[in-house]
């Protein structure tokens, strides 16, 4: 049972472009949390989603950001016009139940050059 | 609104001494709490939860943690550390019905000497 997948375990990008994250979360899992990990800071939490739905999206920043997680396939967290600022690690978790732990993946390593 | 400390940004110890990392909490309401575990570049990896029930939670790799409510404290000890215990340690809240909607403590990093 593999666990949560993420892709690109690290990306490059420049000012302005924009950077797509992906999350696979472990099999049998429907919810899906993504968390941005600032350098030398904690996790914050960003936005919480259960297939098709967004649930909750109170830490995510009200422009340029945005998720999905569609029926099939992966949770796609998506920045736009990035900016040296949204350089961070960002690490999506998933659980099978609101109430179960979560289970995290590597991260991908975003780089705004 | 919940908050997580961590008073100590790094903790030196030698192999094989005992360890504790202090973490506090401020919530208004009943919460859940965790402690996670990064080793460099990688995910995090649940050490161990408190939900309810005992307030001594015993975890994985030999770590334990205790939910103190009056203290709002849930610090996390080993008796004797390895060197493979080096990593990044992170304590996290949830209050009530939030799931996994975690707020972390801004970590602690444990440095194992040999």
């Known amino acids: 049972n593999a666990g949560v997948m993420q892709n690109p375990r690290h990306l490059v990008r420049r000012r302005g472009q924009e950077a797509r994250l992906r999350c696979s979360p472990m099999?049998?899992?429907?919810?899906v949390y993504w968390y941005r990990q600032l350098p030398e800071e904690g996790l914050k939490f960003m936005v919480y989603?259960?297939?098709?739905?967004?649930?909750?999206e109170s830490g995510m920043p009200k422009e340029r950001f945005s998720a999905e997680f569609p029926k099939e396939g992966p949770s796609i967290l998506r920045i736009q016009q990035v900016v040296r600022g949204d350089s961070a690690a960002y690490f999506c978790?998933?659980?099978?139940?609101?109430?179960?732990?979560?289970?995290f993946g590597q991260g991908t390593r975003l780089t705004v050059v | 609104a919940q908050s997580v400390t961590q008073l100590d940004s790094q903790v030196p110890v030698f192999e094989e001494a005992p360890v504790e990392l202090r973490c506090n909490y401020s919530?208004?309401?009943?919460?859940?709490l965790f402690w996670y575990v990064q080793y460099p570049n990688q995910g995090l990896q649940l050490l161990l939860k408190?939900?309810?029930?005992?307030?001594l939670v015993k975890g994985i790799n030999g770590f334990e943690a205790e939910f103190n409510k009056s203290q709002t404290s849930f610090h996390l000890r080993k008796p004797s550390v390895h060197i493979s215990d080096t990593a990044e340690y992170f304590c996290?809240?949830?209050?009530?019905?939030?799931?996994?909607?975690?707020?972390f403590g801004g970590g602690t990093r444990l440095m194992v000497k040999p």
């Open positions: 978790a998933s659980s099978p139940g609101r109430a179960s732990p979560a289970f």
């Open positions: 099999k049998g899992h429907s919810h």
């Open positions: 989603l259960q297939k098709e739905n967004i649930i909750d």
């Open positions: 919530s208004s309401v009943s919460v859940y």
């Open positions: 408190y939900l309810s029930g005992s307030t």
């Open positions: 996290a809240v949830s209050e009530g019905n939030a799931g996994n909607m975690l707020t």
